[in-house]
């Protein structure tokens, strides 16, 4: 457990005593800010990767806290099932209204439910979902770990001989893994439903070809690429958002800056993991 | 009071009588340094905490009474230096033992630290949640016991937010008294407080003291709460402990420039004489 802050607190210019520290020159300020500019993705990738490491430890270790799994889960997954609902509908709306057009001028049309299917179970589902519950529920974590910050309370826990990680980033973490799969289920089949009804009773397309041509396309394994990619981003989301909230200071306006963040990273991070998951999955690319 | 481990890491002394006890170093500092990057906070403290006593530790913003309070409740670790609890140097211990020492303390934070997304009673509850095997029936008696005794046992069901500073302070006090601490840290408790509030928190330290037979240790920069309340004060001035002693010790042993600060603080003479001849 570390809950030490690499800052120093408020009152820590204690060494301010006149005379002291001589103030740097200008090309030593520059040169400093240079070395931060090129540390700082290592350090913030550090970071990380040592929240992930306590996060797995203290994942194994007792007491197993259900009752805040439940309410993580609930959050994150209950919670964004009518975002992700609505997202899944108008994307495969559009993706329908937009392949129709373009399959036609070739006379490919009867195709659209296929592709549709096929770019939605291996890629849209996944990818907007996590988009979807970052926006939602990553900033949300962020927020609300970094008021705790802010306002003492995960130095209260500390006190309390309660590990933080363990109780406030292990649940969150492991409901971003269970419950992000589960909400691509969700959007694959509010996707599709949204294709059909825009493809079959908008454009005219034959709904037997539209369903044939999905299923002759689609196999189980195209879902489970969307779902392995949904676990690992389900994951991701939780624990980017849990460190920069954890890390956060300077009062109101640090949780503002770690929230946005957390945003950044994982949209960032969804999108680069996306390639790099796929590239190992089809087993090219990398 | 009960010891919830009495036995563990006391140092073997004689049989004390109950005043030599009472008189006794519970916590004892000893050369503590501490640093961020090359800015030297803590420059080699030396001081005691003394048992069942209000211990002040006191000094102008920049001193380090907050890094120091960060290394007494084991929040950070010193660079170098011991902090003797009972004889145990709680620096050095890890895991079980260290969350074992950790019941020894209470904290009242600054701004309560309340968790904000529990009721009054739960927050209450929680360390005894955590930490015991108590029934439910149990916990609630105690944390009723302990909110009532602090005078807010009407709030039980309300959220922190719906509380003044005055009685989310009360109620920090309860959750760090209900698992019997030995140790109460308040970290400047009454910053931000109104005159009659400020008032009330002092007496709340006082009687706390008093009824539980706790060791308070306050950080603090009110020098008038200090002076009408403090057993012992602690100065600190750019990391190093300028005096220790009674009240009446310190005000003997203060350059004159610092007892001009300590009047500027709004500190009365009639305190100051007052402590001087009792001590």
């Not at chain 1, 550090?46 to 259900?66: E, H, I, K, N, S």
């Not at chain 1, 396309?217 to 990619?229: E, H, N, P, T, Y």
């Not at chain 2, 950070?76 to 033992?97: C, K, M, R």
């Not at chain 2, 709030?155 to 109620?171: D, F, Y």
Request: net charge negative; aromatic share 6%; hydrophobic share 45%.
């Amino acid at each position: 457990m570390t809950s030490e802050s690499k800052a120093a607190p408020r009152d820590a210019d204690a060494n301010q005593a006149p005379g002291e520290s001589p103030a740097p020159s200008v090309v030593d300020r520059l040169a400093d800010g240079l070395f931060q500019l090129v540390l700082s993705p290592f350090v913030e990738i550090g970071a990380l990767f040592t929240v992930l490491w306590q996060t797995l430890v203290q994942a194994v270790r007792p007491p197993y806290r259900v009752r805040l799994l439940l309410a993580s889960a609930e959050f994150i997954g209950v919670g964004s099932i009518f975002l992700v609902s609505l997202t899944a509908f108008f994307i495969g709306a559009v993706l329908s209204l937009q392949l129709v057009d373009g399959f036609r001028d070739f006379g490919a049309q009867s195709q659209t439910g296929a592709v549709v299917g096929l770019g939605m179970a291996r890629e849209l589902a996944p990818v907007f979902t996590a988009l979807m519950v970052s926006s939602r529920a990553g900033s949300a974590i962020t927020t609300e770990l970094g008021s705790m910050r802010v306002s003492s309370q995960i130095d209260a826990l500390v006190t309390m001989a309660v590990n933080p990680i363990q109780y406030l980033v292990v649940p969150r973490v492991l409901a971003g893994l269970v419950t992000v799969p589960i909400l691509t289920l969700v959007f694959d089949v509010v996707g599709m439903f949204g294709a059909y009804l825009v493809g079959v009773h908008l454009m005219g397309l034959d709904p037997g070809v539209f369903m044939e041509r999905m299923r002759w396309l689609v196999d189980w394994d195209d879902v489970r690429q969307g779902l392995i990619k949904a676990a690992i981003f389900g994951f991701t989301i939780a624990l980017v958002a849990c460190r920069q909230g954890f890390h956060a200071s300077g009062g109101a306006a640090g949780v503002g800056q770690a929230t946005n963040r957390s945003v950044v990273q994982n949209a960032i991070a969804i999108l680069a993991l996306d390639y790099v998951v796929t590239a190992v999955v089809i087993g090219q690319g990398l | 009071m009960k010891r919830l481990f009495g036995g563990m890491g006391q140092a073997s002394t004689p049989v004390e009588t109950p005043e030599a006890r009472a008189d006794a170093v519970q916590i004892r500092i000893q050369d503590l340094h501490k640093s961020y990057g090359t800015h030297e906070v803590l420059k080699g403290l030396s001081f005691d905490i003394r048992r069942g006593k209000v211990n002040h530790i006191i000094g102008p913003s920049g001193s380090g009474k907050t890094v120091l309070m960060r290394q007494l409740v084991r929040l950070e670790s010193p660079d170098s230096g011991q902090i003797l609890v009972d004889g145990v140097d709680w620096a050095t211990l890890h895991g079980l033992t260290l969350d074992r020492m950790r019941i020894k303390f209470g904290m009242v934070f600054q701004m309560s630290a309340l968790f904000d997304s529990m009721t009054v009673f739960e927050n209450v509850a929680f360390p005894l949640v955590e930490h015991t095997s108590m029934s439910k029936q149990e916990i609630r008696e105690r944390v009723m016991d302990r909110l009532g005794i602090l005078g807010v046992a009407a709030a039980a069901n309300k959220s922190p937010a719906e509380l003044s500073g005055g009685m989310q302070k009360r109620v920090a006090v309860a959750r760090a008294l209900v698992r019997e601490s030995e140790v109460l840290i308040y970290d400047e408790p009454t910053t931000g407080l109104d005159p009659l509030t400020t008032q009330t928190v002092d007496e709340l330290i006082l009687e706390t003291g008093e009824r539980f037979g706790v060791t308070s240790i306050v950080i603090s920069h009110d020098m008038a709460s200090v002076f009408r309340i403090a057993d012992r004060i602690t100065f600190l001035n750019f990391g190093r402990v300028e005096a220790t002693g009674t009240p009446a010790e310190l005000l003997e042993t203060l350059e004159p420039a610092t007892l001009a600060f300590i009047k500027a603080s709004g500190v009365s003479q009639d305190i100051l004489d007052e402590r001087s001849r009792n001590g």
